[in-house]
């Protein structure tokens, strides 16, 4: 047991924003990835971790019967409890219904869509060196799309103190407007900021237990961790009373204003007015502090970060992020990012040891029950769920085949995901595609990059490219 934490997996609600893969029947944290429920990814993270007593958080009933059965398989090893808040309940929200179960000295939060390696022990470590109020993962560049040309719109802004993992800035890419807007406190006790665009949240993080509670019950308006709570716990390291701020390094003089040093590089932000009136609640505080002190981030924000601001070093605890490295970390919260973490989980070397199957000699695995024809090859990097039958001379590559897929002779699977009891008739090609459970393909139909939704019956003798094929 990890003594002095609790974990707290948030795994949401019903699959709604998948595409094809949206079910009414399925919670999100039991789609298959690699023919397990992505759900049993973070549970088995953690039980590498020590953690046995794990809160688990479902968005409405449905999803928590949905949840049901794995987590009795986790009974013999692991405590878990499953705990619902309200549909569509926020981050925030849901650990504010059950902050009287929150008892443990820090509280790890970790959502139900991340597969990660070895990331658990690596947080409670930094964790426990700094005895910070706060430190979260965060998730390097993947490669884009090509149909994005590279100019994809940023997922997170993060501003990073440089080789101090310090966290100073943070900004979904959502919510940016066309500036984005830093406290002066920040600048002139933080120093320098690298400013990101290439990395993002991971939703993994540790909180001191005292500091959460008490910036919930403060700002009973914060619905996010990752919106509201970390970006406000950033802003306010360096406020009056925490004990961080420090005087920044070449200032002509105790007077001088902090955003004055840093002019060739920052804007100034409005001016304080001597004549303002007292604020009468802490969150008026909060938000008169932050109008009177925010100044603007000059420059343009580069794709691999720009170094913004100037100023001294920073000292002491404050709010801190791990960037991973050398370790396997993708959240699975997309239709893209489910192709790929398939693909991952299948290939050896990248995150195939994470699914807990052997690989066979030749670096695929193919359940003991499944049927293979006479010619019929399975390339490295496959995934061949249970009872699956596959005919004669058929070719499977980098591909996962759900349980009780059914394919006939002379069939082609090559870098696509085959749900539970697909059927594809005899001289189909499928590649880069999702074929989800049920579906059913006719002969000699060619799918290039497709979804095809549950249950839905592929005509014979048709060519889809790039289509989403639903009922």
Same mark, same amino acid.
């Given at each position: 047991?990890?003594?002095?934490?609790?974990? &707290?997996?948030?795994?949401?609600?019903?699959?709604?924003?998948?595409?094809?893969?949206?079910?009414?029947?399925?919670?999100? /944290?039991?789609?298959?990835?690699?023919?397990?429920?992505?759900?049993?990814?973070?549970?088995?993270?953690?039980?590498?971790?020590?953690?046995?007593?794990?809160?688990?958080?479902?968005?409405?009933?449905?999803?928590?019967?949905? &949840?049901?059965?794995?987590?009795? +398989?986790? @009974?013999?090893?692991?405590?878990?409890?499953?705990?619902?808040?309200?549909?569509?309940?926020?981050?925030?929200?849901?650990?504010?219904?059950?902050?009287?179960?929150?008892?443990?000295?820090?509280?790890?939060?970790? @959502?139900?869509?991340?597969?990660?390696?070895?990331? =658990?022990?690596?947080?409670?470590?930094?964790?426990?060196?700094?005895? =910070?109020? /706060?430190?979260?993962?965060?998730?390097?560049?993947?490669? #884009?799309?090509?149909?994005?040309?590279?100019?994809?719109?940023?997922?997170? $802004?993060?501003?990073?103190?440089?080789?101090?993992?310090?966290?100073?800035?943070?900004?979904?890419?959502?919510?940016?407007?066309?500036?984005?807007?830093?406290?002066? =406190?920040?600048? /002139?006790?933080?120093?320098?900021?690298?400013?990101?665009?290439?990395?993002?949240?991971?939703?993994?993080?540790?909180?001191?237990?005292?500091?959460?509670?008490?910036?919930?019950?403060?700002?009973?308006?914060?619905?996010?961790?990752?919106?509201?709570?970390?970006?406000?716990?950033?802003?306010? #390291?360096?406020?009056?009373?925490?004990?961080?701020?420090?005087?920044?390094?070449?200032?002509? +003089?105790? @007077?001088?204003?902090?955003?004055?040093?840093?002019?060739?590089?920052?804007?100034?932000?409005?001016?304080?007015?001597?004549?303002? @009136?007292?604020?009468?609640?802490?969150?008026?505080?909060?938000?008169?502090?932050?109008?009177?002190?925010?100044?603007?981030?000059?420059?343009?924000?580069?794709?691999?970060?720009?170094? *913004?601001?100037?100023?001294?070093?920073?000292?002491?605890?404050?709010?801190?992020?791990?960037?991973?490295?050398?370790?396997?970390?993708?959240?699975?919260?997309?239709?893209?990012?489910?192709?790929?973490?398939?693909?991952?989980?299948?290939?050896?070397?990248?995150?195939?040891?994470?699914?807990?199957?052997?690989?066979?000699? $030749?670096?695929?695995?193919?359940?003991?029950?499944?049927?293979?024809?006479?010619?019929?090859?399975?390339?490295?990097?496959?995934?061949?769920?249970?009872?699956?039958? *596959?005919?004669?001379?058929?070719?499977?590559?980098?591909?996962?085949?759900?349980?009780?897929?059914?394919?006939?002779?002379?069939?082609?699977?090559?870098?696509?995901?085959?749900?539970?009891?697909?059927?594809?008739?005899?001289?189909?090609?499928?590649?880069?595609?999702?074929?989800?459970?049920?579906?059913?393909?006719?002969?000699?139909?060619?799918?290039?990059?497709?979804?095809?939704?549950?249950?839905?019956?592929?005509?014979?003798?048709?060519? $889809?490219? +790039?289509?989403?094929?639903?009922?």
């Amino acid at each position: 047991m990890t003594v002095g934490f609790q974990a &707290v997996v948030l795994a949401g609600g019903m699959a709604k924003r998948f595409g094809v893969l949206n079910a009414d029947d399925m919670p999100k /944290s039991m789609i298959p990835v690699g023919n397990r429920p992505l759900l049993s990814y973070s549970l088995d993270a953690l039980e590498a971790a020590g953690f046995t007593d794990i809160l688990l958080m479902m968005c409405g009933d449905a999803a928590a019967r949905g &949840v049901a059965r794995l987590v009795d +398989s986790y @009974s013999a090893r692991m405590r878990i409890q499953v705990v619902t808040s309200p549909e569509e309940s926020g981050t925030a929200q849901a650990l504010r219904s059950v902050q009287d179960r929150l008892l443990a000295d820090n509280i790890l939060i970790v @959502s139900g869509d991340l597969i990660c390696d070895g990331a =658990a022990g690596l947080l409670v470590k930094a964790h426990l060196s700094r005895h =910070a109020p /706060s430190a979260s993962l965060l998730i390097g560049p993947r490669p #884009q799309p090509p149909e994005s040309g590279g100019k994809l719109k940023p997922e997170d $802004y993060i501003g990073l103190c440089p080789r101090r993992s310090r966290l100073l800035f943070m900004c979904s890419g959502a919510s940016a407007g066309k500036e984005l807007r830093v406290r002066r =406190a920040l600048l /002139s006790s933080g120093g320098q900021i690298d400013l990101h665009t290439d990395l993002q949240d991971a939703h993994f993080y540790i909180f001191s237990r005292k500091k959460l509670l008490s910036v919930l019950d403060a700002h009973p308006n914060m619905t996010s961790i990752k919106e509201h709570v970390l970006p406000y716990m950033a802003r306010r #390291q360096f406020s009056e009373g925490s004990g961080l701020r420090k005087k920044p390094s070449g200032a002509a +003089s105790a @007077s001088s204003s902090p955003v004055d040093a840093a002019e060739p590089r920052v804007g100034k932000g409005p001016t304080e007015d001597p004549t303002t @009136s007292a604020p009468e609640t802490p969150q008026q505080q909060d938000q008169q502090e932050e109008e009177e002190e925010e100044v603007e981030l000059g420059g343009k924000v580069g794709m691999y970060g720009e170094l *913004l601001g100037a100023g001294g070093g920073v000292e002491g605890g404050g709010v801190y992020a791990e960037l991973v490295k050398d370790k396997y970390v993708i959240r699975v919260n997309s239709l893209d990012t489910y192709c790929d973490a398939n693909r991952d989980v299948a290939q050896p070397g990248v995150a195939a040891h994470l699914t807990g199957f052997t690989l066979s000699k $030749y670096d695929n695995v193919v359940d003991k029950t499944a049927e293979l024809g006479n010619r019929t090859t399975i390339g490295p990097g496959c995934i061949v769920g249970a009872q699956c039958v *596959l005919g004669d001379r058929s070719s499977i590559r980098r591909s996962v085949l759900g349980k009780g897929v059914k394919l006939a002779n002379n069939v082609k699977i090559i870098n696509s995901v085959v749900g539970e009891g697909a059927h594809i008739e005899e001289g189909c090609h499928v590649q880069g595609s999702v074929v989800c459970a049920g579906a059913m393909l006719g002969e000699k139909s060619s799918l290039r990059d497709c979804q095809v939704a549950a249950g839905y019956h592929v005509p014979a003798n048709i060519e $889809y490219r +790039s289509e989403e094929l639903a009922n």
